[in-house]
């Protein structure tokens, strides 16, 4: 079975502070992909990064950095230099093996206050 | 980019009405989703299609069904409405395998009286 964990259910940070959101996974698959949402307020899931079980390579885009260790089983985000509108719930996913399904972690509420 | 239109963004229903969710896609993709969303317990998979006229069931599909007769168009249907039904409902849809991922719409926040 598959289990994505994300501990920090609350994060709380000032505006220009850089925050790192966890995410750990389970899975049997040897092939897998790793994904990451933003929920902001409105409520619409929006797609930010996918990698897949073979690619450890770390990914910048912006302000976003995600790295991803097989060792460790994590595939953690980090927000350097954060903003008010990086407030939002982000969720880690997996998904793999012969399935079309998504797992999802419960998701990680993050607030940046001015 | 890839739109997902979920019919309503607010619906209030009656316990035991029979209830409608409507969700269309314009990207001509093959899979389908129907998730609720709950404080605490994340987002759960209700019900997907990968085919027209297919459908699996999720993870938590006692109380509901589903209706795919046009590949842009995924249908939830809760039979009897209850109280414990109340929640945000979110559509998705994706391309091909799993290694894609999946688009979701604005989400339908139901109340059930």
């Known amino acids: 079975a598959q289990k994505v964990t994300q501990a920090q259910t609350e994060i709380s940070v000032v505006e220009k502070e850089d925050v790192t959101l966890d995410c750990v996974y389970e899975?049997?698959?040897?092939?897998?992909?790793l994904f990451w949402y933003k929920q902001p307020p409105s409520g619409e899931l929006v797609f930010l990064i996918r990698r897949n079980s073979f690619d450890e390579q770390n990914e910048i885009s912006g302000r976003y950095s995600w790295n991803f260790q097989k060792s460790t089983s994590s595939f953690n985000f980090t927000i350097t230099a954060s903003q008010v509108v990086d407030s939002a719930v982000y969720f880690c996913a997996l998904s793999g093996g012969s399935n079309y399904k998504l797992t999802f972690g419960k998701g990680t509420l993050l607030t940046v206050n001015p | 980019d890839v739109k997902v239109t979920q019919s309503s963004r607010y619906l209030v229903k009656r316990t035991g009405e029979k209830v409608f969710l409507e969700c269309v896609q314009d990207?001509?993709?093959?899979?389908m989703f129907w998730y609720r969303q709950d404080p605490g317990l994340g987002l759960r998979l209700i019900y997907f299609s990968y085919d027209v006229k297919m459908k699996e069931k999720g993870d938590i599909p006692e109380g509901y069904s589903v209706s795919r007769e046009k590949k842009e168009r995924f249908s939830l249907i809760l039979e009897s409405a209850s109280t414990n039904q109340t929640s945000m409902y979110l559509c998705a849809s994706s391309q091909g395998q799993f290694n894609q991922p999946q688009h979701f719409g604005d989400g339908t926040r139901l109340s059930i009286l």
């Open positions: 899975t049997r698959d040897t092939t897998y992909y």
């Open positions: 990207m001509d993709h093959e899979n």
